[in-house]
């Protein structure tokens, strides 16, 4: 759509990024609160397992992440981009609230995997929607900024943690406080893309003129798609599929091995308090935010392919300095290499979710974005419990190469089997 292709950033723009960001930040908050929830439940006898059955719970939400992508994805080429954002966040909201309830273990576990249905589906179809309202010239930039509102949920939840200190029941609560914003989410409009693909063209056009005060006259499609198969998926994309598929696996493996333990893993190394663990979270959470803004340069500078291969490539060498220094007690470093595991990471998911969006036409956007969430939710729903199995059996050290080598695989994968998407306009 010319008018959308072609339209400067302005105010509906800075308010779309402002509700969608903080729908973001809140998406961080609720997955990586139970970074902070491990190490305090296990000090309750009711909750305490071993290594391994924590780990199942830190990855709980991921398996629900993993069925909720792909449903809402495909969802939201059913009936919107707004109505399925609208469900998705009322079901992590009210199942983080039930969460903080939780009186054992097991119901825990089975509380965040309902989470995970909504946060998994709200992902996907925040980004493309996001993406279809956004300048060709700037789209990859501005939804890697979107991305960085990531990281401030990352710094809000490690923030909120430490004023609570002991209180796990109160750090889930506050993920709940999401549902505050479901007003202003359904007062957005519909995507014009989407209203356009199912023949409501006239609506298409009047949220156009409102939104961008171009009076714009869009045809009619000469077919209107009803149905998505994963078959589909891969029979007509099957290229970009299977490298999107490797990649949005070893990005999640290598983020959610990593941050789900990482208080663990501080401790651990540093010798310190699981209470100062938390402040050194925060460190590596600020470091996030100038991974993000790097890629969202780089990704209009040099492309979404070499920024995206590049960055997981680096967080990869930053895993694998982590390892030659844990048993070192060096603290300097530890702390370093786990920055730039940050920084690096985070700038790939930034550029990860510039990328996708831009591979797909709209009629299959929201499923082919659902279908990569998927994979990630199976590589972040193993890797805490891999990580925590290794660490029964080895060292901490040890658990971070694994993730490490996870990650500089997926650098391979989009370096070799991608294509670039830099200046094109959605189809």
């Not at 949920?153 to 923030?159: D, E, H, L, N």
């Not at 290229?239 to 208080?263: D, E, N, Q, R």
């Amino acid at each position: 759509m010319e008018a959308i292709d072609k339209a400067k950033f302005g105010r509906f723009h800075y308010l779309l990024l402002g509700i969608l960001g903080t729908v973001w930040a809140f998406i961080a908050i609720n997955t990586l609160s139970v970074s902070f929830v491990i190490p305090l439940i296990s000090k309750e006898p009711a909750f305490q397992a071993s290594l391994s059955k924590l780990g199942a719970m830190g990855s709980a939400a991921l398996w629900g992440m993993l069925v909720g992508a792909w449903s809402f994805g495909t969802l939201s080429d059913y009936l919107g981009r707004k109505k399925a954002l609208g469900l998705a966040i009322s079901l992590f909201g009210l199942g983080s609230i039930a969460s903080s309830f939780a009186g054992t273990l097991d119901q825990l576990i089975g509380l965040r995997f309902i989470v995970g249905l909504g946060l998994g589906g709200a992902l996907p179809v925040a980004s493309s929607y996001f993406a279809e309202f956004m300048p060709t010239k700037i789209r990859g930039a501005m939804i890697s900024v979107l991305e960085s509102f990531w990281a401030i949920g990352t710094i809000i939840i490690g923030i909120v943690a430490i004023i609570l200190k002991a209180s796990w029941r109160s750090i889930l609560l506050f993920g709940g406080s999401v549902l505050a914003l479901l007003p202003l989410v359904l007062w957005l409009p519909e995507s014009p893309r989407f209203l356009a693909l199912k023949g409501k063209t006239r609506d298409a056009e009047k949220i156009l003129e409102r939104i961008f005060g171009v009076k714009a006259k869009l045809e009619q499609p000469q077919k209107i798609r009803t149905k998505v198969t994963v078959l589909e998926l891969w029979q007509r994309y099957g290229k970009i599929t299977l490298m999107l598929s490797i990649a949005w696996f070893s990005i999640a493996f290598a983020y959610y091995g990593f941050f789900v333990w990482l208080p663990k893993f501080l401790a651990a190394t540093l010798k310190i308090t699981v209470f100062k663990s938390f402040q050194y979270f925060i460190i590596t959470a600020i470091a996030q935010l100038p991974g993000y803004w790097s890629a969202a340069y780089l990704l209009e500078k040099i492309g979404r392919r070499k920024t995206l291969s590049g960055y997981l490539l680096l967080s990869g060498l930053a895993g694998v300095m982590f390892y030659n220094y844990a048993s070192s007690g060096n603290v300097s470093m530890i702390l370093t290499s786990a920055v730039l595991f940050s920084f690096f990471n985070l700038g790939a998911w930034g550029a990860i979710y510039a990328y996708t969006p831009e591979l797909y036409p709209t009629e299959v956007r929201g499923s082919g974005a659902g279908w990569a969430g998927a994979m990630a939710r199976i590589g972040g729903g193993l890797a805490p419990i891999l990580a925590g199995r290794i660490m029964e059996t080895s060292t901490v050290g040890v658990a971070v190469l694994a993730i490490a080598i996870v990650s500089i695989i997926g650098a391979f994968d989009v370096f070799i089997l991608g294509e670039e998407t830099k200046g094109i306009k959605l189809a």
